[in-house]
C-alpha cells in the first residue's frame, strides 16, 4: 500500500508532526491552540502565586510576635494568630475591613487599657495621633497585668503594619532588677548611716582614752608607767587609723567621698608625711630619707589631704614591713601614657616584700600578702584598697613591684597642676594694751559628754585658760550672752540644743549687739565631709574631729585667742 501523502499549503503555518511529518494549519487553529497556551500558562502562573501567598501567610502565622497589616484607610486587611492570641479582647471581632479606631474603641469599652480610664476619647485621640507619624512605639499596660509593645511603621502607598510584643517577662524582670538594686542602695545607705553613727560612738570614748593619756603624759611617771602610758596612746592611735579607714571605704562605696582641691606645697605636704614616721623608722634603726628635686619645690593645685594620706600609708607600710636597711620616699616628674605632665611618688624599702600572687590581691579589701603577715603585723588591708580608689579618684594610678626578700617599690603617679604660690598677707596689727598678752584666755565649752568635758578640762590646764564648761548649747548660748569669750568650743551633738544651733545663735547675737566675731570651733565626733559643710555654714569657724591630740587643741586655742585682732579686741 502506498505511502499517503499530505499535501498544504505553502502560505499557511507549518507545524512539525512528528517523525518528520508535516501538515498545514489554519489560522483559526492555531489561535485557539495559542488561547489554550495562555490559560495554561496563567493557571501555572496564578499556582505559583497562590503557593507563595500560602508560604508567605505561614510565615506570618509562624511569628513570634502579633502583626497585623492596615491600608491606607487603616481598614484591617490581613493579620497572624500571635496578634489575636495577644488581644483576645477583641479576637472575636477581628475582620477584614475593620477599621484600626473601631479596634481599639473595643479595647476601651471593654476596659483593656487602665490608663485611658475617665479621659477615654482624649486618649484614643492621641493613640491614633501618634499611630499617624511614620513609625511609632510604645508600651501599653493591659487591664490583666501584661505589658505590650506596640509598634506601627507606615508603608509606601500610605499602610500601617502593626507589631505587637508581650513584654511582660522583661518588665517584671526589669522591676525585680529595680527593686533589688533599690534595696541594695537603701542597704548600702545603712550600713553608711550606721559607719557613720558608729564612727560618732566609737570617736567618743576614743577621745577620753587618748586625751587623758596625753594628758597623763605630762604628769611624773616612772618609766614601767611611761612604758604602759606607751601602750595606751599607740592602742589609740590604732584604733583612730582602723575608724578612719572604715569612714573611708564607706564614704568611696556610698560615692560621698569627694576631693577638695586648693593650692599647696608639694615639698611640705612630702616632707609632712614622712615626719610622721621617721621617729618610728630611727627607733628601729632604719635609714630614712626623703628625695626631692628642685624641680619639685613647687605650689600644685590638688587635694593634699588625701594626698598626704595615700604617702603615709605608703610610708607606713615600709616602715611596718622593713626591719633593717632603709625607707625612702622620692619624687620626680615623668610623662603618663598620653604624654600628659605628671608627678611620681616612690616609697622603696628593703623589707619582706612579696610574691606575683600576693601582689594580685594586695590591692583587694581586707587582704594582706598573707595570713601570716596580718598575725605578725597586724592591719585590716584596707589602707592600699583605699589609696588605690583615691588614686583613682585623682585620675592616677597606684602599682608595686617587689620580690620576696627583695623590698618592695609602691609607686603613685597623680596628675597634678602647677599653680603660683599664694601672696602671703602678712599685715600686723598693733597691740597697745600689753598686758592683755598676759591675761588668762577665756574659752567657753559645751559638750554633754562628761568625759569629753574631762579631757578638754585637762588637756587646757596645760596653759593659762579661763575655763567655762556647760551642757548643752542653751546654756551655752546664755554664758556666752553674759561674758565675753575669747574661744568658744562646741560640742555638734547635745540635748536641749544643738551645737549648730547655738553656733548660729552666738551668731546672731554677735549682729544685734554690734559685737566683733569670736572663733567657735566645733569639737565633734561627727567627722564626715557633710559634718564639716554643715559646721561652716552654721557659722563655725573651726571642725575638730574627736579624738583629737592634745597639741592639736593647745594650737587651736592658743592661735585663735591670741590672734592680733583678738588681742586688739581685748586691749581696747
Known amino acids: 500500500m502506498a505511502a499517503a501523502e499530505i499535501t498544504f499549503d505553502p502560505t499557511l503555518p507549518v507545524i512539525e508532526a512528528g517523525a518528520g511529518a508535516r501538515m498545514a494549519v489554519s489560522a483559526a487553529a492555531l489561535a485557539a491552540f495559542l488561547v489554550t497556551a495562555a490559560a495554561v500558562v496563567e493557571a501555572l502562573s496564578f499556582w505559583s502565586r497562590a503557593s507563595m501567598l500560602t508560604q508567605l501567610r505561614e510565615a506570618i502565622d509562624a511569628m513570634p510576635d502579633g502583626l497585623a497589616f492596615y491600608d491606607s484607610h487603616d481598614r484591617l486587611v490581613i493579620w497572624n494568630a500571635r496578634y489575636a492570641e495577644i488581644n483576645p479582647e477583641i479576637s472575636e471581632i477581628l475582620k477584614q475591613g475593620a477599621t484600626f479606631r473601631e479596634i481599639v474603641q473595643i479595647g476601651i469599652d471593654k476596659g483593656h487599657y487602665p490608663e485611658a480610664e475617665g479621659r477615654e ?8 495621633t501618634a499611630r499617624a507619624r511614620l513609625s511609632c512605639a510604645m508600651e501599653q499596660k493591659t487591664s490583666d497585668d501584661r505589658w505590650l509593645k506596640v509598634q506601627d511603621r507606615r508603608t509606601a502607598d500610605g499602610g500601617v503594619v502593626t507589631l505587637v510584643n508581650d513584654i511582660t517577662d522583661l518588665k517584671r524582670d526589669a522591676e525585680t532588677l529595680a527593686a533589688a538594686r533599690d534595696a541594695a542602695e537603701a542597704a548600702n545607705r545603712a550600713k553608711s548611716e550606721f559607719l557613720a553613727n558608729m564612727s560618732h560612738e566609737i570617736r567618743t570614748p576614743l577621745n577620753g582614752v587618748i586625751g587623758v593619756a596625753q594628758a597623763l603624759s605630762g604628769t611624773p611617771m616612772n618609766d614601767r608607767q611611761q612604758e604602759m602610758l606607751e601602750l595606751i596612746r599607740s592602742s589609740g592611735v590604732t584604733l583612730q587609723h582602723l575608724l578612719s579607714d572604715i569612714l573611708d571605704l564607706a564614704r568611696v562605696e556610698s560615692g560621698r567621698l569627694e576631693l577638695r582641691p586648693e593650692p599647696f606645697d608639694l615639698l611640705k605636704a612630702v616632707n609632712e608625711a614622712a615626719q610622721l614616721y621617721s621617729a618610728q623608722a630611727e627607733e628601729k634603726g632604719l635609714r630614712f630619707f626623703v628625695d626631692a628635686p628642685e624641680d619639685t619645690h613647687v605650689w600644685i593645685d590638688g587635694d593634699v589631704v588625701r594626698l598626704k594620706q595615700i604617702l603615709t600609708n605608703l610610708v607606713s607600710n615600709a616602715v611596718k614591713f622593713t626591719s633593717q636597711g632603709f625607707v625612702s620616699l622620692s619624687i620626680s616628674r615623668g610623662q603618663d601614657a598620653d604624654g600628659g605632665p605628671v608627678f611620681r611618688f616612690m616609697v622603696e624599702d628593703t623589707g619582706i616584700g612579696f610574691d606575683s600572687a600576693a601582689r594580685a590581691r594586695l590591692f583587694s579589701r581586707f587582704e594582706q600578702a598573707d595570713g601570716a603577715i596580718t598575725r605578725r603585723f597586724g592591719g585590716t588591708g584596707l589602707g592600699l584598697a583605699i589609696c588605690r580608689e583615691l588614686a ?6 597606684l602599682d608595686c613591684e617587689s620580690e620576696p626578700d627583695g623590698g618592695s617599690t609602691f609607686i603613685l603617679t597623680v596628675p597634678l597642676r602647677e599653680v ?24 567657753l565649752l559645751a559638750d554633754d559628754h562628761p568625759t569629753n568635758r574631762k579631757v578638754v578640762e585637762l588637756i ?29 568650743l562646741m560640742d555638734m551633738q547635745m540635748p536641749v540644743m544643738d551645737g549648730l544651733t547655738a553656733t548660729r545663735e552666738i ?5 544685734a549687739m554690734g559685737a566683733a566675731r569670736t572663733p567657735v570651733v566645733m569639737l565633734t565626733a561627727n567627722a564626715l565631709p557633710e559634718h564639716v559643710t554643715a559646721t561652716r555654714e552654721a557659722g563655725a569657724d573651726h571642725h ?3 579624738p583629737f591630740g592634745a597639741e592639736a587643741l593647745i594650737d587651736l586655742v592658743t592661735t585663735l585667742g591670741r590672734s592680733p585682732a583678738r588681742m586688739e579686741e581685748a586691749a581696747a
Not at 392 to 397: I, K, S, V, Y
Not at 420 to 443: F, G, I, M, N, Y
Open 392 to 397: 583613682a579618684m585623682m585620675d592616677g594610678g
Open 121 to 128: 476619647a482624649e486618649w484614643l485621640e492621641e493613640r491614633l
Open 507 to 511: 551668731r546672731l547675737h554677735e549682729a
Open 544 to 546: 575638730l574631729s574627736k
Open 460 to 488: 587646757l590646764s596645760q596653759i593659762d585658760v579661763d575655763l567655762v564648761i556647760t551642757e548643752d548649747g542653751a546654756q551655752a548660748l546664755a554664758a556666752f550672752r553674759d561674758g565675753a569669750f575669747d574661744v568658744v
Open 420 to 443: 603660683a604660690a599664694p601672696v602671703q598677707q602678712t599685715a600686723a596689727v598693733a597691740v597697745s594694751d600689753e598686758t592683755a598678752k598676759d591675761r588668762p584666755l577665756r574659752v
